[in-house]
């Protein structure tokens, strides 16, 4: 057997999201994470987009566990579309495993899956793989990377990090084991990129503090915090900040009270009985008592901030002297929904605060400097750049080549490209299957371009659809033909150009031989490109009678 | 006759684009700028937008003038649109004077409207406004801002501006001018918002010239530098540093070459003979001799930079060891696509630079401590923030706040929205028509809130079309139902659910009375949510036959 430790990005590298790698030594599989990734806008209609890992099918009995570095999204939204095809154990932390457990008990998943709960500074083994696991700061709570030693060598993945000194939780990251690997020798580092164009240090999660405090000291009636339902410590820096200042608090939104529930049984979210109220408690209070958190950072119209924005929120209206914080960024693709949002709450009369008006948000993940941290601390030889668009990945490398890795010791790779190390050489392998697979509905990668295409080309200029009958034996039209026509002109002013195109098809008709549903579609096409320059797409139906 | 100053601003308050006003004296009405704007990601097929100007049809006999500030599309977009409704005179600069040309006659309203050129420095009386233009830093040379005095009182428009000390063509704000508008009295200042959100000073455009430098210096073989077409003093950059490391220059792409053709004409544009070579000649250099500046900085597929991206472009190919030079921002809802651009030009290859991997752009508009010094210069009474969206206008009043403006001498106000001047005294009037106009293909206006909700809901899921021909006499379906779709599912993985759904329409259509095509649109509606949770159009022809 080869002593080749292979190392496949299934998702994340190359893109926002979707974060999911196998680490294969011989016939044993570990996977590390299974993400979603939020459409792009211009992916019409997708819910979501998960990775395609169908490499894998073909070796379901290899597969010896699966662990979730965090609870992000982008790390655990594709759980039960991989626990649904294999059988393995999964481990995670016990923050991680609560918000998997939710996952899985929706896609009814969870009785036939093995969680198992891990901590970090545990270490594991599964199958040839001897995992330490090792405490990471990042926007949620009970994150790992890991220490993974392999017949081929150490390989340290970084997990999503940053290097806080002053975390929310107090809890940094683990300097320590950090250097303890780099003292036993590390053959590759896999590290995150996100914000690899970022200079310097990404900000501790205390510099938000004293911007809360600002807030909350001189807002002139309710203050409302929108964060990621993720972002317990956020729910925390509030709740100080609330017993600060005096006020109540309330959470609004299921995602978030499930969220900060779970946090507080399980011991990441510290707050004193009675701070926080029901929410129908906390709106019957002077305005200047309350602080309500929710979510909706995305501009997400049906969220509890999308809806205040329009005045459609069922429980509760924006009122006047109300303070917004948007305590969060937008996701890369949401800057115009999040910026019509805060428009639309500024409109509606509110104070809104966001980053970078105060500084009421900080990045989860390292910045340059940290990066550089990162490589120092481990002193890898071989550098693979992970998580990300290929332009942080490239930059990620430049980095790590100031850094003094040579250019041979680097890979950057995306989605489907597989690394192979062997004594301790990294080399650049075949190419295997790391595309995207379209969720919408309950089609799992049915979407392919060619519905794509349709729905780009009917969101631009619509449709219309000539219905027409024809008597079998004379050839000729019977009646009058029928034009429907959505998303392409205003029906209601568009009568001459209508009856104007009636007019063509009964033409046509009349002198057709041969094909009349293409004759009449592209005389139709180019009427109305002439008249409208639009192309809408149009279909016939010629009805023999 | 009263002697208010009435000022209406048609476009640009609270929005990114088409930024257009009117002030309004009495019977005497002059506009200032008539620009469009491009559409948010979720205008499905929009091609672009302008000001609702209705309001001025209805008094086109008192409009006295039209000045356009520059000759960015936000501020020259509309031209044709206004023009062919309106009979007053154009003022404008000489490069804006040349812009504007080429839309007239594009439009064929060339020959029909009288341009009058002007220089910053004039002082032009149009009706009851004696309008003095002074000198702007800005991305485009030989942009103004205006002093407009009214009967009553002076009125500072600040146009797009920054306080540029090194600008390219060594041409700085007119600070002096500034100075005097303020030993006069300033009734009411009007200034651009664009960056009210970022602190300190828009850094100048001398700091990209360094960053050249470096690129020009150590590039291993060709640059490609991709701007805006009408950003001239980043043409004359390039320029400067090709000469200084000895390479030539070449322009690619028609609307680049034009503007650089008439900004070299009417001086703007400095380039020693010889430098500028056609492309073909520039392409059969080597490699290290050559820089070759672009379009298609937002990530428009269709230019020439987009084109490098996919491999489709016609006259050259990106090669092995190209630098390519980003000089731009994203304009804000194009980050997706921009960064989609890099990412596909690191795939093929070419190591890409943009800002924030170094500063190779800055921003035409000033950021607050610039707008802190218009204020100081100015010294207005009254202070109204115009340009971009409401959370910018609402962020630029705070910084006035802080100046020492009392709330009572500041409106933030959105399009439409008249603000009244009596006696130096600012207060907001009547509500008057300032929303979208959308332009699709030759429609203007047409395409309103309906067909744009047809577009979403066939972006999203598609639509499916029944059509089956039924009996007259004895009500029965005769032969089988045609189902046809596009954009719902791929038609060719769904030979199941079609079969099927085939068969619920002819057994709705056995027992059906009263509207046929409504039950048979329900029970599919039903069946399609159930089976794939999509919720296609659907429609239903029923042919007597």
Redo the contacts between chains.
Sequence with gaps: MSNKLRIIPLGGL?EIGKNMMAFEYGENILIVDTGLMFP???M??IDYIIPDFRYLLDKKEQIRGVIVTHGHEDHTGAINHVMGEINAPIYATPLTRGLLEVKLRDGKLYDKVKLNTIKAGDRLNIGPFTVETFHICHSIPDGVGLGITTPAGLVVHSGDFKFDHTPVDGWPTDYAKLAEFSGRGVMALLSDSTNA???GWTPSEAVIDPAFDEVFRTAPGRILVATFASLISRIQQVANAAMRHNRKMALVGTSMVENARMAQKLGYLDVPEGLILPSEEALKMPAKKVAIMTTGTQGEPSSILGRLSTGRNRQFDLQEKDTVVLSSHPI??N??MV??T??RL??RGAN?IYD??APVHVSGHASAEEMKLLIHLVKPKNFVPIHD???HL??HAAIAREMGIAPDNMAVV?NGTVLEFENGKLSVGERVRGGYVFV????VG???P??MR??????????V?V?L?RDRKSGQIVGQP?I?S?????VR??EELMAAAREKVVAVAGKANGSLPKKIEDTLAEYFYN????RP?I?T?V?E?
């Excluded at 008249?531 to 639009?534: A, D, G, W």
């Design positions: 190359g792009e806008n211009d019409l209609g164009d970022k200079p890369p693709g800057e115009e910026h019509r805060i428009n500024f409109q809104v970078p008006i668009e290929l332009r490239n930059q995306e919408d509905g309950t089609g049915d979407i392919g060619t519905v349709e729905r780009e080309s009917l969101a631009r200029d619509g449709f659809l219905n009958r029928e429907i959505k998303g392409f002109v205003f002013d568009s008249e409208m320059k639009r797409m279909f139906m009805n009678v």
